[in-house]
C-alpha cells in the first residue's frame, strides 16, 4: 500500500501513484511542446525530473534530512552530537567536510544514499542491540552531514547545490561569526521560500557567547530571516560541545519522521518547483478556439468574395416580373483574406505567450490558400434560374385574363356582352396576378436563403480544415502544459 501525505491546507491526500502520474503528465507535456518550451528549460526540467522519478523509485520510506553549513559552523560535531557517534571528521583533523556523510536508522536505504551520492565509506547504520529501542522513534530517518556551501573547491559547492532539493529537511547551521554570510541568504536561503515548512536553522556554538549574548544573536539572526521572506523558518539556539537544545532538535527530527511520505513531500515541492519554472511558457488561463469566432471568419469570407451581394442580387433579381441578371462572385483578394485570417488569430490567440501564438500561425493555412479555397468553393455553387415556369405561366396567364376581362367589359358596355362574366375574369386574373407575384417573391426569398446556406457551409468547412483544426491541435498541447504545471 503505498504511503500518503495529507497536503498543507487543501486536504487533498498524495501518494505515490498520484506523485507518479504527475511526474508523467509533465514528461509528456514537455515532450509535446519542444518548439514552446526553450530548450533552457526543458532540457534541466527533464533532468530535474528524472532525478524525482529515479528518488520516487526508491520508495518514499525514508526521511531525509541534510545538515548544511560554511566553514567552522560546526555541523560535523552536530551530527556526531545527534547521531551519538564519532562517525563525521571534526577539529584540526578536517577544517572543512569534502565528503557527504550519512547515518541511517532503522531499514537499509543503501539505494537511496546511492542516489544521494554518498559514498561506501561515508555511511554508518544506527542499529545497536543495545539502544535499538532507543533509536525506534528514528527509524526511517536519514541524517546527511554535507559539505560547506562556501568551500572554494567547486565540487564541493555542486554536491550542495544537487541535495539542497533533494533532502526532506533541510537544517542550515550557522555560527555566531557567519550567520550573516551573503553567500548563505543570497546563495541559498532567499530562493527556498515555499520550503519553510521543511527548513530549520541551528545557531550553533552559544556555549561561546558571553552572558546575554544569545538573545541578541538570535534576534540578528531572526530579523535576517525575515528580510529574506522566511518568517516561519523555526530557529533553535545549540551546543553541539554542551548539548544545549539537542534534546528539542531530536524531537523535531521525530516528528517529521512520524510524519507520513516526507519524501512525497519533498518529491511534490520539487515538481512544484520545476512547474513554477516552466510556467511562464504558457498562458494565465485557457485558450481554445471559438465558434463565434469562426463564424464572424465565415461572414467575412462572404463579404470578401463577393457572395453576399450575389445572394441579394438573388433576392432582388427573382421577385421581379422582368427578368434581369444575377451578379457573379469573384474571387476574393489576398489582402482581404489576409485580414480576415488575422483577426481570427488575434482573437483566437489572445493571452497567449508570443512562442504559442507563432506556433498556431505557423499551423493554420497561409491567406493564399485560403484565397484559392475560397474562390472555388464559392465558385462552386450553382445560381438559380431565372424563372420558375409555372410561376411565369400563371403570372402572364392572371395578366392575359385581366387583359380579356377589360376588353370583354368594354363589349358589355356597348350591350355587346354579359357584364357578370367579365367580372368574374377580371377577379379571377387579378387572384392569379396576385398569387404569382408572391409566390415569385417567396422563391426569391428560398433561393437566396439556400444559395447563402451553401456558401456558408462550404466556407464554414474551409474555416474549420484551415483555421480551427489545425489551432485546435496546437491549443491542445498548449492545454496540455498548462494542465501539468497548474495541477497538483
Known sequence: MSPIIRTKDTGPVLDAA??????????????????????????????????VAERLALGVDHTVVALFGGTGSGKSSLFNALTQL?????GARRPTTSRAAACSWGDDARALLDFLGVSEDRRIRRESLLDASEQDDLAGLVLLDVPDYDSVTTEHALQVDRLVPLADV???????????????????????????????ILVNQVDTLPSGGADQLLADVRALLDADGLQDVRVLPVSAVRGDNLRAVRD???????????????????MDAIARGLRSTAASRTVSTNPDVAAAATTSLVRASGAQAV???????????????????????????AAVRSTWLRRTTDGL?????????????????????????????????????????????????????????GLALTGRGGLVGALVLLGVGLVVIVWAASARRARAKREAQHYSDQIRVRLNSIVTRGLTEPADEVLARHAMLRAALTQH
Request: with cysteine; charged share 25%; aromatic share 4%.
Open 86 to 90: 564519532q562517525f563525521a571528521d571534526v
Open 170 to 200: 533541510l537544517v542550515w547551521v550557522v555560527d555566531p561569526q557567519k550567520y550573516a554570510d551573503a553567500a548563505l541568504h543570497e546563495g541559498y536561503l532567499r530562493g527556498l521560500g515555499a520550503r519553510q515548512e521543511d527548513m530549520l
Open 311 to 337: 445572394e441579394d442580387s438573388v433576392r432582388d433579381g427573382l421577385s421581379r416580373a422582368l427578368p434581369r441578371a444575377l451578379a457573379r462572385p469573384e474571387p476574393p483578394s489576398r489582402s482581404s483574406v
Open 353 to 409: 505567450p508570443d512562442v504559442w501564438l507563432r506556433s498556431v500561425e505557423q499551423a493554420v493555412a497561409v491567406p493564399e490558400s485560403l484565397a484559392a479555397q475560397t474562390a472555388e468553393a464559392v465558385g462552386s455553387v450553382p445560381l438559380p434560374s431565372n424563372r420558375a415556369p409555372v410561376i411565369e405561366m400563371a403570372w402572364w396567364g392572371g395578366l392575359l385574363a385581366v387583359l380579356a376581362s377589360l376588353v370583354w367589359a
Open 252 to 270: 523535531i527530527l521525530c516528528e517529521r519522521v512520524a510524519r507520513e511520505s516526507n519524501a512525497a513531500r519533498t518529491a511534490s515541492a520539487r
Open 18 to 51: 498520484h506523485l507518479d502520474a504527475r511526474l508523467e503528465r509533465m514528461r509528456q507535456a514537455l515532450r509535446a511542446c519542444p518548439a514552446e518550451v526553450p530548450a533552457g528549460l526543458s532540457i534541466p526540467a527533464h533532468e530535474q525530473l528524472d532525478e
